[in-house]
C-alpha cells in the first residue's frame, strides 16, 4: 500500500470510527466486538484499496462492508456462545451436575473438556471481552493469525460434537 | 429525511440501527440514510466513548495489530513466484516421529552459521546500513536499508557477501538503490532494489539453497530459455521475458538467484554476461 492510500484509509477510519462503532455497539451490545468489526472493515479496505479509491462513495462502500460484517458477527457471536455453553454443561455434568438430563455418552459426561485449548482459546475471545487483536497480541501472533486459530477451535469443537 | 431523524427519539433510532442490522440486504437502510441516523443520535446522545477505545488508540492498534503484518505478508508475494515458500511437505519418516523435521533443521541451523561466518568477514565501512539488513538463514524480523551503488555486485559486497557473483552492469539510467529481508517460513531472502529513471525497477534476490529448503528455480520450463554466456562461465540460466518485464534464475554455489524487473531480456542477458567467473573477491574491494 502507498503512502497516498493510507493517508487516505487513516482519514477514512478516523472520520467514520466512532459513528460505526456506535452502530456496532447498538447492534452488537460489546465492545470488543464492536471493535473487531471496525478494524476487520478497514482490513477489508487495506486489501481493497484500488476499489475504495475509485469508488464514488468511499464512506457508502466502507459502511455496507461493516454492516455485512456486523451481520456475520452478530451469527458468528451466536454460535460461539451456544459452543460454550454445549461445553460448559458437559463440563458440569462431568463433575456430577448433569444439567442436560438426556445426556448419555460416557465421553462426554466425563471429558475434561475444560481443559481444551481451543476451549480457552474461544472463552478468553467470548466471555472476557477482549479483543482479537488484544487476544494476538498476548498470545505473541498477527491478528490475522489468531483469526484462523479461533476459526479452527470453533472447526474442532463443532466436529467433536458431531461424533 | 434528517428531520425525520432528528424528531425520533434515541430508543427509536436505535431501534432503527438494530432492524437494520437484522435485515436481509432487500430491506437495509441506505448508508446516508443510516449516516443521518448515526448522526441525529450523536445529536442526542453524546456518543458513549467510554465504553469503547478512542479513535486515536484504536488507529494505532490496527496499525500495529493490522497492517503491519498485511504489509509484511505483501512484501513476501511480492517475491518472484519461485521464491516464495514452496507447498509444506513433509517426509512420511518426519511425520512417523513426531511431526519434527529434523532435516530441514539441521540444514537452517548449518546455513545460518555459514553465513554469519561470511558476515564476519566484511569490510568494516558502512556498518550501520549493513547492520540494517542482518540476513540470516531466518531472521527474526524483515528488515530494509537504502544506499546507492553503482551495481549490484558493489552493493553485495557492501551487505557483506562476498563469495557470490553478481551483474557488474545495469541498464542506463539504473542504479542500487536498497536492499531489504524477506523472510518467508522456511527460508530468508535478500532483495536488492535497482531504480530507474522512469521509476522502473529490477530486483535481485538471493536464497541460501539447502536441503530441506526446497529449489528456488521455476518449474515452467516452456516458458524459460536457458542462456549461456560467452565465455568461460561455469553457470548457465533461465531467462524469460513477458508484457514489459523479464527475468532470470540461476544457482551458484549454494545460491539460488533471481533477477526480474521492467527491462527488455535484451538488457536483462546484458546484466548477466557482465556476472563475472565464480568468486573469491577480496571482502574489501570493489565497491
Request: proline fraction near 5%; aromatic fraction near 8%; include cysteine.
Amino acid at each position: 500500500m502507498t503512502t497516498e492510500e493510507l493517508r487516505l484509509v487513516e482519514a477514512l477510519y478516523r472520520r467514520m470510527y466512532d459513528r460505526l462503532m456506535r452502530y456496532a455497539l447498538e447492534t452488537l451490545g460489546d465492545a470488543a466486538r464492536a471493535e473487531d468489526v471496525v478494524q476487520n472493515t478497514f482490513e477489508l479496505a487495506c486489501l481493497n484499496v484500488p476499489a475504495l479509491i475509485r469508488h464514488p462513495a468511499p464512506e457508502g462502500w466502507v459502511f455496507v462492508t461493516f454492516r455485512n460484517l456486523v451481520r456475520t458477527s452478530a451469527k458468528e457471536r451466536a454460535g460461539d456462545i451456544m459452543l460454550l455453553e454445549r461445553l460448559q454443561s458437559r463440563a458440569a455434568a462431568s463433575e456430577g451436575e448433569r444439567v442436560y438430563s438426556d445426556e448419555t455418552d460416557p465421553d462426554i459426561l466425563y471429558g475434561d473438556l475444560s481443559e481444551l485449548p481451543e476451549y480457552r482459546l474461544l472463552r478468553g475471545y467470548v466471555d472476557c471481552g477482549r479483543t482479537v487483536a488484544e487476544l494476538a497480541e498476548t498470545m505473541g501472533i498477527s491478528a490475522e493469525a489468531c483469526k484462523k486459530r479461533l476459526q479452527r477451535a470453533r472447526n474442532r469443537l463443532r466436529r467433536y460434537f458431531k461424533e | 429525511m434528517k428531520e425525520y431523524y432528528r424528531s425520533k427519539s434515541s430508543d427509536e433510532l436505535k431501534a432503527l440501527l438494530r432492524a437494520d442490522a437484522g435485515a436481509d440486504s432487500g430491506r437495509a437502510l441506505e448508508p446516508e440514510e443510516a449516516w443521518e441516523i448515526l448522526a441525529a443520535l450523536d445529536d442526542k446522545e453524546p456518543s458513549p466513548e467510554t465504553v469503547y477505545t478512542p479513535a486515536d488508540a484504536a488507529w494505532e492498534r490496527f496499525r500495529r495489530s493490522y497492517l503491519e503484518p498485511m504489509e509484511r505478508r505483501t512484501a513476501a508475494e511480492t517475491l518472484p513466484p519461485s521464491l516464495r515458500r514452496p507447498p509444506r511437505r513433509r517426509p512420511a519418516w518426519a511425520r512417523s516421529v513426531g511431526g519434527s523435521n529434523i532435516k530441514a533443521a539441521a540444514a537452517a541451523l548449518i546455513t545460518a552459521a555459514l553465513i554469519s561466518a561470511a558476515s564476519v568477514s566484511a569490510y568494516a565501512a558502512g556498518a550501520d546500513a549493513r547492520a540494517a539488513v542482518p540476513w540470516e538463514y531466518e531472521a527474526a524480523e524483515d528488515s530494509s536499508c537504502e544506499f546507492e551503488h553503482a551495481s549490484l555486485q558493489s552493493a553485495l559486497y557492501f551487505l557483506g557477501v562476498s563469495d557470490l557473483s553478481a551483474p557488474k552492469a545495469l541498464p542506463e539510467g539504473f542504479v542500487c538503490t536498497g536492499a531489504r529481508t524477506v523472510n518467508t517460513r522456511i527460508r530468508s531472502v535478500l532483495l536488492l532494489r535497482c531504480s530507474g529513471d522512469g521509476g522502473a525497477e529490477i530486483t535481485m534476490s538471493v536464497a541460501v539453497s539447502g536441503e530441506g529448503v526446497g529449489s528456488a528455480f521455476p518449474k515452467r520450463n516452456g516458458a524459460l530459455k536457458k542462456y549461456i554466456p560467452d565465455g568461460d562461465v561455469p553457470v548457465s540460466y533461465l531467462v524469460g521475458a513477458s508484457g514489459g518485464s523479464s527475468e532470470a534464475y540461476w544457482k551458484d554455489g549454494r545460491y539460488e538467484c533471481a533477477l526480474y524487473g521492467e527491462c527488455s531480456l535484451e538488457e536483462l542477458e546484458k546484466m548477466l554476461d557482465s556476472i563475472e567467473k565464480t568468486p573469491p573477491y577480496p571482502a574489501d574491494s570493489g565497491r
